[in-house]
């Protein structure tokens, strides 16, 4: 019996892989190019609602808020890092840029779920391990997010830690102040906004069992701050 030779094998091995991933990409690139259009047309309604919330940034005020006959909101809760399914609208801060923050050591840039526009951005210009059922998921998640609320801090003073014993600590209440400008992604529309005012509960719970006094601070402050987040965005998930 004649066998293939080892070289002749690896040969053959590798030229089905190229012709598969060949196939592949080929396919990827079909759903890429009949989606094209849909996709720009939505990014460029993402764009706008920036530009749209920068050119309220230095007004004192907020345009009234009418929601009309649309579909209720349901704003994702970032903080648990989880892609909630039903979720169809995301909540971002304005950064001073003019672009959403992302920096998760501010207070608002923890409110980030990048992958909502990300992935699918990647597979447009062709970056990454893209496969047909891949790039189709990407766009629906894209797609899915119908509402925007962009927030524009106007003012913000970070609880501060004072001392305290293993069961509690002392501190001065956080406090936010901003507003809430909510876009219709499917329409390209302003839908109007609110004004915002957060400050912290009188009481919050944190784990200070086995924290030696500097880390129980440490604990303390991040609990604070956490739950002014939380406090701002349960306001801003109720349009």
């Given at each position: ?28 690139q079909g ?13 460029a309604?993402?764009q ?22 649309r ?9 648990n ?26 207070m ?28 189709q998921a ?41 507003r ?50 939380q ?9």
């Amino acid at each position: 019996m004649k066998t293939l030779a080892p070289l002749l094998v690896l040969a053959l091995i590798i030229t089905a892989c190229g012709d598969e991933d060949a196939e592949r990409k080929a396919e990827a690139q079909g759903v890429i190019d009949s989606i094209r259009t849909e996709y720009e047309a939505r990014e460029a309604n993402v764009q706008d609602a920036l530009k749209t919330a920068g050119e309220w940034r230095n007004k004192p005020d907020a345009p009234p808020l009418e929601w009309g006959e649309r579909p209720p909101a349901k704003f994702l809760d970032a903080r648990n890092n989880k892609l909630d399914k039903e979720a169809n609208g995301r909540i971002f801060e304005l950064g001073d840029d003019g672009n959403f923050n992302t920096d998760p050591k501010t207070m608002l840039g923890l409110f980030i779920e990048k992958k909502w526009r990300e992935d699918i951005a990647k597979a447009m210009t062709g970056e990454g391990y893209l496969t047909k059922g891949g790039v189709q998921a990407d766009f629906e998640k894209f797609k899915q997010v119908r509402y925007l609320c962009l927030l524009l801090t106007d003012s913000y003073v970070a609880p501060k830690i004072g001392t305290g014993t293993l069961f509690k600590v002392n501190f001065e209440a956080g406090h936010w102040r901003g507003r809430a400008l909510y876009f219709d992604l499917e329409e390209g529309k302003l839908i109007g906004g609110k004004k915002l005012e957060v400050t912290n509960a009188g009481n919050i719970d944190f784990k200070t069992k086995g924290l030696e006094a500097e880390e129980q601070k440490k604990a303390a402050q991040n609990a604070a701050d956490s739950d002014l987040r939380q406090k701002v965005l349960e306001a801003a998930s109720n349009p």
